[in-house]
Structures are given as structure tokens and as C-alpha cells.
């Protein structure tokens, strides 16, 4: 069931047709679903307290609705190690189109998966788990199940990628928490059935999975 905070979150970003970060953020939180520490910044000063509180380095992104793809306005900057660099990037975001603030996030380690969603015509919510980040189109290691999913399902999804040795640990390196991103999926496969009337796709990428936990460092929600 989606609450009233999470209905607020889509019903104001209706016309725009897609969620901003910090909202879409702030909705699979109320979901249940692991996102970084973040804040979504108005001031530069607001920016560099935040950062400060949990530590550099930190990443930051633009927020604006009149920009979807923040990589083509170069409107994100990761490993941002000072407040002096954070005002400058602010200042440089700040001069983009539509700009609405800064998002400041926490820096996260991991292997990068990428969680999709899509509403089909014909078969309802479909869940995508495959190997992400910017070259995800590349690797095109992808793995999809209708919702909603179980642990059983998770678990074929993950054996069905061809790379589904660097989640379980490859070459001495530590396996991914599989528990936490079984868990993850499950959350997501949830809130997808709950939002089929209201979306068309939900993108998570990158996903950062370690050891200890996996957590969404990206997302779009784009809405019908």
C-alpha cells in the first residue's frame, strides 16, 4: 500500500512525468528500500553543513526538472574531498537550466548492479536485475522476472547472469551480500506491483552491493 507521504511524492511531480532524485529517494525510504545519507540542498552553505556532518568525500548532483539525464549536463561530480570544491560545483550547478538545488550524497563503495522495472502492456510489472553502471548497456547481463518475485526467483535470477561469479566472489575477492540484495528486490518487486497504475519504468543504476550491504546510488521513476 502506498501512504499518503508517498502518494504526496507522485502526485507532485505528475506533470513533469518523472520523479526527481531526492523525492524518488525519499519514496523507496518510506518503501523500506537501503538509499545513501543524503540532502537535497537549496544553499551552498546547506550543501557544505551537510557534507561536513557525515563526512568527506562526498558526491553531488544537480536537481532540476528540466533535466533528466544529469550525465549530459555534466551535472555530477563524485569524490568531491572539500567545502571549497563542493561551493564550486554548487555555483556551476546553479547555472544549469532549471536548477533546483544540489543533491549531496554520501560516497558508497561496491559492485554495480543495475534494478529495473517496466510496466508491459501484456504481462504487467516486469522486474530486470543485471550487471550495471554506465557501461550496463554494454554488458547487456541482464536477467527478468514478472512480479512479483520470492527468494527462489531472486536467487535463479542472479545464477542466469553470465558475470554471477563477481557476486558470489571471484578470485578471492568478497561476495556481495546476497541476503541484503534478495531482500532489496523483494522490497522493490513490492512497491512496483503498489505503483503499476502510476509508473511506466522505475530505473535503479547503479545499485552499490558490498559485503555489508546494497544500496541504490541512482534512480528514475518515470510516470504515466
Same mark, same amino acid.
Given at each position: 500500500?502506498?501512504? =499518503?507521504?508517498?502518494?504526496?511524492? +507522485?502526485?507532485?511531480?505528475?506533470?513533469? !512525468?518523472?520523479? #526527481?532524485?531526492?523525492? /524518488? &529517494?525519499?519514496?523507496?525510504?518510506?518503501?523500506?528500500?537501503?538509499?545513501?545519507?543524503?540532502?537535497?540542498?537549496?544553499?551552498?552553505?546547506?550543501?557544505?553543513?551537510?557534507?561536513?556532518?557525515?563526512?568527506?568525500?562526498?558526491?553531488?548532483?544537480?536537481?532540476?526538472?528540466?533535466?533528466?539525464?544529469?550525465?549530459?549536463?555534466?551535472?555530477?561530480?563524485?569524490?568531491?574531498?572539500?567545502?571549497?570544491?563542493?561551493?564550486?560545483?554548487?555555483?556551476?550547478?546553479?547555472?544549469? =537550466?532549471?536548477?533546483?538545488?544540489? +543533491?549531496?550524497?554520501?560516497?558508497?563503495? !561496491?559492485?554495480? #548492479?543495475?534494478?529495473? /522495472? &517496466?510496466?508491459?502492456?501484456?504481462?504487467?510489472?516486469?522486474?530486470?536485475?543485471?550487471?550495471?553502471?554506465?557501461?550496463?548497456?554494454?554488458?547487456?547481463?541482464?536477467?527478468?522476472?514478472?512480479?512479483?518475485?520470492?527468494?527462489?526467483?531472486?536467487?535463479?535470477?542472479?545464477?542466469?547472469?553470465?558475470?554471477?561469479?563477481?557476486?558470489?566472489?571471484?578470485?578471492?575477492?568478497?561476495?556481495?551480500?546476497?541476503?541484503?540484495?534478495?531482500?532489496?528486490?523483494?522490497?522493490?518487486?513490492?512497491?512496483?506491483?503498489?505503483?503499476?497504475?502510476?509508473?511506466?519504468?522505475?530505473?535503479?543504476?547503479?545499485?552499490?552491493?558490498?559485503?555489508?550491504?546494497?544500496?541504490?546510488?541512482?534512480?528514475?521513476?518515470?510516470?504515466?
Amino acid at each position: 500500500m502506498l501512504t =499518503p507521504a508517498m502518494e504526496k511524492i +507522485l502526485t507532485t511531480d505528475q506533470s513533469q !512525468g518523472w520523479v #526527481l532524485e531526492p523525492e /524518488a &529517494k525519499r519514496l523507496f525510504s518510506l518503501a523500506g528500500l537501503a538509499v545513501p545519507r543524503y540532502c537535497w540542498a537549496k544553499t551552498a552553505a546547506e550543501a557544505t553543513l551537510f557534507a561536513a556532518e557525515i563526512g568527506f568525500p562526498v558526491v553531488a548532483k544537480v536537481v532540476s526538472p528540466a533535466i533528466l539525464h544529469k550525465s549530459d549536463q555534466q551535472g555530477v561530480v563524485v569524490g568531491i574531498a572539500d567545502s571549497g570544491r563542493l561551493a564550486d560545483v554548487f555555483d556551476r550547478f546553479s547555472q544549469l =537550466p532549471g536548477f533546483a538545488g544540489v +543533491l549531496v550524497e554520501e560516497m558508497l563503495t !561496491g559492485l554495480e #548492479l543495475i534494478i529495473g /522495472a &517496466k510496466i508491459d502492456w501484456q504481462f504487467g510489472p516486469v522486474i530486470l536485475l543485471g550487471m550495471g553502471g554506465t557501461r550496463a548497456e554494454i554488458y547487456k547481463d541482464v536477467a527478468l522476472r514478472m512480479a512479483p518475485l520470492n527468494e527462489a526467483c531472486i536467487a535463479t535470477m542472479i545464477k542466469n547472469l553470465r558475470a554471477h561469479q563477481l557476486l558470489e566472489g571471484y578470485r578471492g575477492e568478497a561476495p556481495i551480500n546476497l541476503e541484503a540484495l534478495s531482500r532489496l528486490m523483494m522490497l522493490f518487486s513490492e512497491l512496483v506491483i503498489n505503483l503499476e497504475e502510476r509508473i511506466t519504468s522505475i530505473d535503479l543504476n547503479p545499485v552499490l552491493c558490498n559485503s555489508e550491504r546494497c544500496v541504490i546510488a541512482d534512480a528514475r521513476i518515470m510516470l504515466k
